[in-house]
């Protein structure tokens, strides 16, 4: 079973992260197997999920857009219907619950586009938890829509001034944080990063994705699909989706990072397609660093693709051959994002963009009647000002 | 065989009844010169042991007056090679053990066995790694242990009993007590549960324990010396850089402060 006792996904993951976190580390370890076991957990998240979250979200057959691309049938995934528009709400749905059982009073996050922000803001609001939001200034000038939701929300906005002012010096503000109130707050990570047992425990409540596509897909086509597609920044929603197929061998994973400015350019984040290994953030998986160990600055027209870093469990994939990744550019993205928008009347978040504009690539090497689901994570609304500017420009 | 020069250090401080300060700065901050100067003048005034920063982009244990220390000697391009080249200098004058500290991807990429090899060629005694606890450490403490490198371990306040002893054996040098949760960086007032712990560690293990994490006066550094074997001092002497930057008496100043707490002690 992976990843083992140590938080290990093969040579990726495990816990690197300062003393006076390991006990809160094993707290949460030793709570959340209790809490995976416990039939009122269950229940609880479940009612959550469905009544106030909106699952099961719909597997939407894109009709036009299958016709467009080559003839193969392509679904989508709906995370963006949920509430809050994006898949961050299945994991701190999930963690909140874990917080109120472990009585702390107080909840930080870190977040990018602010999608996870704004769904930790929510979660705390809903279950009467004080809040605090990591976020870098660079972030808070890109995503002044999610920052205003999250102060609307009651939560408190922090803002991160150092390194390189976005998602990464945030996670180490929330780090820091937590080193400082660990006694009396609980730290819900976004994505599928961090030392152990986060990669396992947000994948757990990402799985209800995957979990869901196989029934409908299943129901809708009386067979497994050959592709599933999304993006990967910390890889949260894929894994989401991966996860609960990575049995069914047959079934092909293809994750699909920002490749921003280019690859030779620098400034990118397909940590994937051209990261080194190293340990970032609690855990050991591949990182964007030059020779010395320093991290790179990553860049993404998708705030939520910007981070150095990527989940252990996708590093392994990667290295056994499970999945494989491919990036796209800023200039693809907002191809795949125009194409969604006027081919089926869905505006997709810049991040599942980015899986958009990959299928619209391979589409014609697939072949007729492949299935393919596509996870469509977010939704664009967010997005809107930066389109605006760019598109603007290109005129 | 030739014995570490931190276990020699406390040795001699026992036998004489002395505490140990360790002075903290960050390698090539705001310069490689500084520090090669700050070096000598700490072991001319009476600094134990220097502990020596590796600045890193991300040091997510550090406060705010460490990370602004790491950015300016990121500036210079400061990196593990240049600060084996300065250790090196400094040994053509000193003998005052030097532990350096540094995040674990700095070591992991520079490959550990390499690390290790080339931190005792330089004449390092010990290693710190704050984002490395000690179920992590095993392939370090194993080649560390063959050169003869002191892995030095952190103990925080939220450590349980249980894992006191596994950290305690793992260490050698001595055994680095966070004194409070949080980062680096001055506070007002040491906790008050300090010597409960201290007490606490002290009956687990008979290797020396010196405390950090916001001594940041010398009236601290004595109060924090009375129960423990030596206190680290590091923001509090960076915020002197800090305010002298740019000024020709940095080192002077710098030094004096040094000599305080030494004077406290």
Not at chain 1, 380 to 392: E, P, Q, S
Not at chain 2, 156 to 164: C, G, M
């Given at each position: 079973m992976i990843p083992n006792k140590k938080g290990y996904f093969g040579e990726f993951g495990g816990k690197f992260v300062p003393e006076t976190l390991m006990s809160a580390l094993r707290e949460l370890e030793k709570?959340?197997?209790?809490?995976?076991?416990?039939?009122?957990?269950?229940?609880?998240?479940?009612?959550?999920?469905?009544?106030?979250?909106g699952r099961p979200t719909p597997l939407y057959f894109a009709q036009r857009l299958s016709k467009k691309l080559s003839g193969i049938k392509v679904y989508l995934k709906r995370e963006d219907l949920l509430h809050t528009g994006a898949h961050k709400i299945n994991n701190t749905l999930g963690q909140a619950l874990l917080a109120v059982r472990m009585k702390k009073p107080r909840i930080i996050a870190e977040t990018g586009a602010g999608q996870h922000g704004v769904a930790t803001a929510t979660v705390a609001s809903l279950f009467g938890l004080q809040c605090d939001v990591y976020m870098g200034t660079e972030d808070i000038h890109r995503q002044a829509l999610n920052v205003f939701r999250m102060k609307l929300l009651g939560a408190r906005v922090i803002p991160v001034e150092s390194g390189s002012k976005t998602l990464k010096d945030a996670?180490?503000?929330?780090?820091?944080?937590?080193?400082?109130?660990?006694?009396?707050?609980?730290?819900?990570?976004?994505?599928?990063?961090?030392?152990?047992?986060?990669?396992?425990?947000?994948?757990?409540?990402?799985?209800?994705?995957?979990?869901?596509?196989?029934?409908?897909?299943?129901?809708?086509?009386?067979r497994l699909p050959d592709y599933l597609l999304a993006c990967v920044g910390g890889g949260s929603n894929s894994i989401g989706l991966f996860h609960p197929f990575f049995k069914n061998r047959r079934v092909k994973f293809i994750g699909v990072e920002a490749e921003g400015l280019g690859l030779s350019s620098g400034k990118h984040a397909a940590t994937l397609v051209k990261g080194d290994l190293g340990v970032l953030h609690g855990s050991k998986s591949y990182l964007l660093q030059d020779k010395d160990g320093q991290i790179n600055i990553a860049h993404s027209i998708a705030a939520g693709l910007d981070y150095p870093g990527v989940g252990p469990e996708h590093a392994y994939y990667k290295r056994i051959g499970r999945a494989r990744y491919a990036a796209v550019s800023d200039d693809e993205a907002l191809e795949g994002f125009s194409l969604l928008s006027e081919i089926e009347g869905i505006i997709p978040a810049l991040e599942s963009a980015h899986a958009i504009a990959y299928l619209r690539k391979i589409a014609p090497r697939l072949g007729k009647n492949?299935?393919?689901?596509?996870?469509?994570?977010?939704?664009?609304?967010?997005?809107?000002?930066?389109?605006?500017?760019?598109?603007?420009?290109?005129? | 065989m030739r014995m570490n020069r931190i276990d020699k250090k406390f040795k001699e401080l026992r036998r004489q009844?002395?505490?140990?300060?360790?002075?903290f700065i960050t390698c090539g901050d705001p310069n490689l010169t500084t520090t090669y100067q700050l070096a000598l003048e700490f072991d001319r005034g009476g600094t134990d042991i220097l502990e020596l920063g590796v600045p890193f982009s991300d040091p997510l244990a550090d406060g705010p007056v460490i990370q602004a220390a790491s950015g300016r000697a990121l500036k210079n391009k400061v990196n593990l090679a240049s600060v084996f080249g300065l250790v090196k200098r400094v040994r053509e004058k000193s003998e005052m053990p030097?532990?350096?500290?540094?995040?674990?991807?700095?070591?992991?990429?520079?490959?550990?066995?390499?690390?290790?090899?080339?931190?005792?060629?330089?004449?390092?005694?010990?290693?710190i790694v704050p984002d490395l606890p000690v179920e992590e450490a095993r392939e370090l403490i194993k080649e560390a242990r063959k050169g003869k490198l002191a892995t030095i371990f952190l103990l925080?306040?939220?450590?349980?009993?249980?894992?006191?002893r596994q950290i305690c054996s793992a260490s050698s040098g001595f055994i680095y007590y966070v004194s409070l949760t949080g980062t680096t960086g001055?506070?007002?007032?040491?906790?008050?549960?300090?010597?409960?712990?201290?007490?606490?560690?002290?009956?687990?293990?008979?290797?020396?324990?010196?405390?950090?994490?916001?001594?940041?006066?010398?009236?601290?550094?004595?109060?924090?010396a009375a129960v423990a074997d030596g206190v680290i001092v590091g923001s509090a002497i960076i915020k002197v850089i800090e305010r002298n930057l740019g000024h020709k008496d940095l080192v002077s100043k710098v030094a004096e402060f040094a000599g305080r707490l030494r004077g406290a002690l």
């Open positions: 709570e959340y197997s209790r809490a995976r076991a416990d039939k009122k957990f269950n229940q609880e998240l479940r009612h959550y999920l469905g009544q106030y979250a996670c180490n503000e929330a780090i820091r944080d937590w080193v400082t109130n660990v006694r009396d707050t609980h730290y819900i990570i976004g994505s599928v990063v961090g030392p152990h047992p986060y990669p396992l425990m947000v994948r757990d409540f990402q799985c209800v994705i995957g979990k869901e596509a196989k029934r409908q897909i299943f129901k809708e086509e009386k492949k299935i393919v689901i596509v996870c469509l994570s977010g939704r664009g609304d967010k997005d809107i000002d930066i389109v605006k500017d760019v598109l603007k420009i290109k005129d | 009844k002395k505490k140990a300060l360790i002075s030097i532990a350096l500290l540094t995040y674990y991807n700095i070591i992991y990429r520079f490959g550990i066995k390499n690390f290790v090899k080339q931190a005792r060629l330089a004449g390092v005694d010990g290693v925080a306040p939220t450590t349980e009993a249980k894992r006191i001055v506070r007002k007032t040491l906790p008050e549960e300090l010597k409960r712990r201290l007490r606490q560690i002290k009956r687990i293990t008979a290797k020396p324990v010196c405390v950090g994490f916001g001594i940041s006066s010398p009236q601290q550094a004595a109060e924090a």
